[in-house]
């Protein structure tokens, strides 16, 4: 693992013993009501309009203006596993990049909605969206769940689709944290 992974696994772990509604557990049974007990809307809609030369919108965080709380809008066309991973990656952006603390408010002028489908992004913000993508695989699949049930599975291909199920991930997810796991 490279200084960023583990710097956002510290972080993910730090999220879980302070918030018992971020434990794995209640990740994987339901992650929108884990992410609205910390305080953060989950809303849905149709951001077919938000398109750009067809590229798909999958979800972005903004701050409610009259509560002063965040808010993550999700592309309610996506499926159930892209969903939940636009759920944890606006979660991402929302505790590593605007430094919210539950039960904060934040003034809306402080905050901006970050895309995920945008492909014109600075060096800057490309980093942020990785680091986005690292919390969210993280929460949802940590690295060393991985590398402790390795050994149940015969091969690798058996591995990522028995995880990508269990914790309701994409296979692609399940295979880039087998990857970082150094599973073999």
């Given at each position: 693992?490279?200084?960023?992974?583990?710097?956002?696994?510290?972080?993910?772990?730090?999220?879980?013993?302070?918030?018992?509604?971020?434990?794995?557990?209640?990740?994987?049974?339901?992650?929108?009501?884990?992410i609205e007990l910390l305080g953060i809307n989950i809303l849905y809609s149709d951001l077919s309009d938000l398109e750009k030369e067809g590229r798909r919108v999958s979800g972005f965080a903004r701050v409610n203006k009259n509560t002063g709380r965040p808010e993550i809008v999700i592309n309610g066309n996506e499926p159930k596993f892209r969903s939940r991973f636009t759920m944890a990656h606006e979660l991402g952006h929302i505790?590593?990049?605007?430094?919210?603390?539950?039960?904060?408010?934040?003034?809306?002028?402080?905050?901006?909605?970050?895309?995920?489908?945008?492909?014109?992004?600075?060096?800057?913000?490309?980093?942020?969206?990785?680091?986005?993508?690292?919390?969210a695989s993280e929460l949802l699949l940590p690295v060393d769940e991985v590398k402790n049930l390795k050994n149940q599975?015969?091969?690798?291909?058996?591995?990522?689709?028995?995880?990508?199920?269990?914790?309701?991930?994409?296979?692609?997810?399940?295979?880039?944290?087998?990857?970082?796991?150094?599973v073999e």
């Open positions: 693992m490279n200084d960023t992974q583990l710097k956002i696994k510290k972080i993910v772990n730090a999220l879980r013993l302070e918030y018992p509604s971020m434990s794995l557990e209640s990740i994987i049974e339901d992650i929108e009501i884990s505790l590593l990049h605007w430094k919210w603390l539950p039960g904060r408010r934040i003034d809306h002028h402080f905050a901006e909605i970050t895309y995920r489908a945008d492909i014109n992004y600075s060096q800057t913000e490309k980093a942020r969206e990785r680091q986005a993508n690292e919390f599975y015969p091969n690798i291909s058996l591995m990522r689709n028995a995880l990508a199920d269990q914790y309701k991930v994409s296979p692609q997810v399940a295979k880039i944290q087998i990857e970082k796991a150094n």
